[in-house]
């Protein structure tokens, strides 16, 4: 004789499998923790969430409000920088650069003043390295190992075999303005301008388009400030040296 069925209980069916597992994700497998009430901002409020950085890159210093400058040399797009302004600055630069993890090519006549700079951080090639003009290899820069090529090669700086691309920023530093500088900044995606004469001044302004204002500061601009421009974008940047950096470079300078 067959066992009887037992009927199924008034109501609901046994729940599924794919609806046990799911009560079991709600409820933490049986784990509860802390509960908490829920948080919620306005609208209005999200605004105060905003950091003070912008991008991300290597901070190079303080705006005029205080708030931290910050260089983007790390991109996916060919990327052109034309610094006028003095060595201190530009090795600050690549210092910080290579901080980011950037490897850093240093093509250069001054050898010299690199070469200790080099050699005191005692990171080898694979974070700084210093060539002879027209020196640099191919880098084979990617997005997990980005570089910035530095070319300091005096007041008329030959092309270069290293250009830009993709995760490869080229920084050209000019000691002063020169001949080929208007072509270099029409070329440039950004360029800073430290403390130059007036002349230098009024040419500059002409070929970045800058108010009168801007033009009359640079002959006074103090050492370690730079202004920096891009399309119609300007900002002054005071770069101010770690103790670190003060031990390896000295205090900040416009001439060297």
Same mark, same amino acid.
């Given at each position: 004789?067959?066992?009887?069925?037992?009927?199924?209980?008034?109501?609901?069916?046994?729940?599924?499998?794919?609806?046990?597992?799911?009560?079991?994700?709600?409820?933490?497998?049986?784990?509860?923790?802390?509960?908490?009430?829920?948080?919620?901002?306005?609208?209005?409020?999200?605004?105060?969430?905003?950091?003070?950085?912008?991008?991300?890159?290597?901070?190079?210093?303080?705006?005029?409000?205080?708030?931290?400058?910050?260089?983007?040399?790390?991109?996916?797009?060919?990327?052109?920088?034309?610094?006028?302004?003095?060595?201190?600055? @530009?090795?600050?630069?690549?210092?910080?650069?290579?901080?980011?993890?950037?490897?850093?090519?240093?093509?250069?006549?001054?050898?010299? @003043?690199?070469?200790?700079?080099?050699?005191?951080?005692?990171?080898?090639?694979?974070?700084?390295?210093?060539?002879?003009?027209?020196?640099?290899?191919?880098?084979?820069?990617?997005?997990?190992?980005?570089?910035?090529?530095?070319?300091?090669?005096?007041?008329?700086?030959?092309?270069?075999?290293?250009?830009?691309?993709?995760?490869?920023?080229?920084?050209?530093?000019?000691?002063?303005?020169?001949?080929?500088?208007?072509?270099?900044?029409?070329?440039?995606?950004?360029?800073?301008?430290?403390?130059?004469?007036?002349?230098?001044?009024?040419?500059?302004?002409?070929?970045?388009?800058?108010?009168?204002?801007?033009?009359?500061?640079?002959?006074?601009?103090?050492?370690?400030?730079?202004?920096?421009?891009?399309?119609?974008?300007?900002?002054?940047?005071?770069?101010?040296?770690?103790? @670190?950096?003060?031990?390896?470079?000295?205090?900040?300078?416009?001439?060297?």
């Amino acid at each position: 004789m067959s066992a009887p069925t037992l009927p199924t209980p008034s109501g609901d069916a046994a729940p599924s499998t794919a609806a046990r597992v799911r009560q079991q994700l709600r409820s933490g497998f049986g784990l509860l923790g802390p509960r908490h009430p829920r948080h919620s901002l306005t609208l209005e409020s999200l605004r105060e969430l905003a950091l003070p950085i912008g991008d991300d890159g290597v901070v190079i210093g303080v705006d005029a409000e205080g708030r931290p400058a910050v260089l983007g040399v790390n991109r996916p797009t060919p990327y052109d920088i034309v610094f006028i302004g003095g060595l201190w600055s @530009a090795q600050v630069i690549a210092l910080r650069a290579a901080a980011t993890g950037a490897r850093v090519a240093v093509e250069t006549g001054r050898a010299e @003043a690199w070469g200790q700079l080099v050699r005191a951080l005692g990171v080898g090639p694979s974070g700084m390295a210093v060539y002879d003009v027209g020196r640099v290899p191919p880098l084979g820069a990617s997005a997990g190992s980005p570089v910035l090529v530095v070319r300091d090669c005096g007041m008329r700086p030959p092309r270069g075999r290293v250009v830009s691309g993709p995760w490869q920023s080229v920084l050209t530093v000019l000691p002063y303005l020169s001949p080929v500088a208007p072509r270099l900044i029409r070329q440039a995606r950004l360029v800073g301008v430290q403390r130059v004469s007036p002349d230098e001044a009024t040419q500059i302004g002409r070929s970045l388009g800058l108010p009168s204002g801007d033009v009359g500061s640079l002959p006074s601009l103090a050492d370690g400030v730079t202004l920096w421009c891009a399309d119609r974008d300007r900002q002054y940047v005071m770069t101010q040296a770690t103790d @670190a950096e003060t031990g390896l470079l000295g205090t900040a300078r416009r001439m060297d």
